[in-house]
Each structure stands twice: as C-alpha cells, then as structure tokens.
C-alpha cells in the first residue's frame, strides 16, 4: 500500500519516515496523518494498512473484542440498548494493542530496532509486548506516580523503564530529550500517524457487528483521541463504498480536572497550568498532539464534549462492575459518567442505541479500596 505523511497543521506532505515525529516546517511541529495513494476501494478495511503486506502485520490476538449488551443499565437508564465493547479483551488489556500492532509492524518493516516512548501506563505496556516479540530495544518513559500494576507490566516485557517526577507531560519531555541525545526514534502512540491506523480495526469491528443499523451513539474516553479519531476514520473509509452508512455520533469525555479538547470544543480558554489531579490518569494529557483533530471528529459527526468529575466515575466504576458485571479500569469508566450527563441533557433519547468501548481492564488500575 502506498501513502504520504500529511502535516494536520500545515498541510505539508513529507515521503512516511519514522525518525521524523512532527512536522519539520519552522513554527509548525503538527502531528502526521498517513494519506493513501492506491486505495482499492473494493474492501478499504482490509487493503488500507501502511504495510506492504497484510502478513506483516503482529498478531499477538489484539482486535475482535466481543460486544454485549448491558441489560440492567439499559432498563435503569430506559435507553432502548447500550452496548460494551470489552476493549479489556485484547492481549495487554487495553485497547492500546490495537494501535501498537501496527506501528511496531510498521517500524519493523523500515528497520528499526530501538525505540523510545512516553506513557501514563497501558500503551508502554502494550508498545513494550509488541516491542519484545518483534525483538524491538523499548525504552519507556511513565511518571514516577504511575500506577504500580502498569509500570510492573511495562517492565515484565523486558522495557528499559524510566521514571520521571511530575505531571504526565514531563514524561514527554524528557522522552523527547532522550530519543533527540541518543539518536533513538522517538515512537510516541500519541504522535504516530501509525499508531491511529492500527485504530481504525476499532471501527471497522463495529460497522460490521451492527452492518445495516449502526449505533446512534459512540462514546470515547478522550486523551489524545488516538480511538475517537480511529474509529471515525474506518467509518469514513466504509462510506466511500457505501454512502448510506450512517456515521455515529462521536462524543469525547474528559475529567473536570484535565480537560483541554472539551474546552477547545466549547470554544474556552484553557492552558496546562489550570490542571488539577485526577484518577483518571490514562486521559491526564495537558496539551494533546492531537486535540484539534478529536475535537474536528466530535463536531463532524454532531457529537458532544462532556466534562465529569471523579466522584462521579468512582461511582460509575462500581455500577457498571455490580449491574452488570464488568470490571472497567478507572479511566474507562468515564463513558458512563458521560452517559448518565448525555441522558439528563436529552441528548441521548430512550430510543436510541448507545455503544461504550471498555477501554482497559479493572485490575491495571484498582480503587484505593478496593482490597479493604
């Protein structure tokens, strides 16, 4: 398959090269999106991968998580069906496999052997999997108050861990710092264009569960909006070919405390020093790569920008794990206190259909309490 990096900011188009993370333009540094140049639009989900082969991509097991239906929760929120995706149910128990299949796929294919990478948790330890098996050098940047569970992970995969004090996007930093002094790639999940197509699987499982009756709705916890933006993405490739497919509405929820692509969706100021701490540390990003594309996704498709607070997650955490029997890390549970808002607000009506992805497992990230 061939295709071009496209700067989201200025448009500028660069031959794809994995040393390169941002836009080189002066004043510019945007994020790259992979355009295709050969599209076979006869079957777009199986054909448009940034491979030369469909066989090159890892298969540890990632993608084809089940969807079920949350009986209790539709009948206590008296919405015709809500629907879970178990996320969870990949190989590292994040839906971050899905997008570390195909940029480590990708980074196999141009050579490379030794990568860095920042993360709050499930993407080092999704990126350290898919480093170990395709024998990649991982190094993974996590602040020095990530959740133990994760980092432990990360290091089980046999990832050159480094702890940096701090607020999340110091790790970025001193990744960047590392990746530049050490002339190692800097591979971040959040930066790389490869990263959002191995999302794309995402959508195209739910177009093809759902076929000719999509959900209305689809709800994202949003830190980078690496699934938000994904999932959008396959739908719009299946419309190509098949105009009548209808688009649901995407909608991005953030916490109270870190919410920088709610706020440029509703038009408001807000700068990483208003930060405040949260729980919900998988989507603790003060400055987005990606921002302004997750929040073009939430207003092309009629979503919304919902902001909860961590009581209300908490909450929601337990509801979901004794209604209906699902173990949401902290992080994901913030889809249902997006739901219960988008329901009081009657954006989401009783006949609707409603799909949550469970983005990662309980256990990565227990309450405090869980074991008193």
């Known amino acids: 398959m061939k295709y071009k990096f496209v700067c989201l900011n200025c448009n500028k188009t660069i031959k794809p090269n994995p040393n390169i993370p941002t836009c080189p333009e002066p004043n510019c540094g945007g994020a790259f999106e992979i355009v295709y140049t050969n599209i076979n639009t006869k079957s777009p989900q199986e054909t448009l991968i940034p491979l030369s082969e469909i066989s090159n991509l890892i298969d540890l097991g990632q993608g084809n998580t089940p969807i079920i239906r949350l ?15 178990l996320e969870y149910m990949n190989p590292t128990g994040s839906f971050k496999d899905r997008g570390s299949a195909m940029m480590i796929s990708a980074l196999s294919e141009f050579g490379i052997n030794e990568i860095v990478e920042d993360s709050s948790g499930n993407a080092g330890a999704s990126i350290s999997a898919y480093s170990a098996y395709s024998k990649i050098k991982s190094h993974i940047f996590v602040p020095e108050n990530a959740p133990k569970n994760k980092v432990s992970q990360i290091q089980l995969y046999g990832s050159i861990v480094h702890k940096i004090p701090g607020p999340r996007d110091n790790s970025t930093i001193a990744a960047i710092k590392y990746s530049e002094e050490n002339s ?17 699987s995402f959508g ?22 690496s699934l938000l933006i994904g999932s959008y993405k396959a739908y719009e490739e299946i419309k190509k070919i098949n105009p009548d497919i209808k688009i649901p509405k995407h909608h991005g929820i953030q916490t109270e405390s870190i919410p920088p692509i709610i706020e440029i969706f509703s038009n408001n100021n807000w700068y990483p020093e208003q930060a405040k701490s949260t729980i919900a540390n998988g989507i603790a990003i003060l400055n987005p790569p990606r921002k302004y594309q997750s929040v073009n996704v939430i207003k092309k498709t009629n979503g919304q920008g919902i902001k909860v607070s961590d009581e209300s997650i908490l909450k929601w955490q337990k509801e979901l794990a004794r209604k209906d029997g699902i173990f949401a890390e902290i992080t994901s549970a913030v889809v249902l206190s997006g739901l219960d808002k988008l329901i009081k607000q009657k954006i989401i009506l009783p ?22």
Do not use: C, M, W
Request: proline share 9%.
């Open 71 to 85: 009986n209790t929760l539709s009948y206590n929120f008296g919405i015709n069906n809500i629907y879970a995706k």
């Open 184 to 200: 190692i790639p800097y591979s971040s999940h959040n930066l790389s264009p490869f990263f959002i197509e191995g999302t794309k």
């Open 204 to 225: 195209h499982e739910i177009i093809r569960h759902f076929n000719n009756k999509q959900p209305d709705h689809i709800l994202f916890p949003v830190g980078n909006g």
């Open 351 to 372: 006949d609707e259909n409603v799909l949550l992805p469970i983005t990662g497992f309980g256990l990565k990230d227990p309450p405090k309490d869980l074991f008193n």
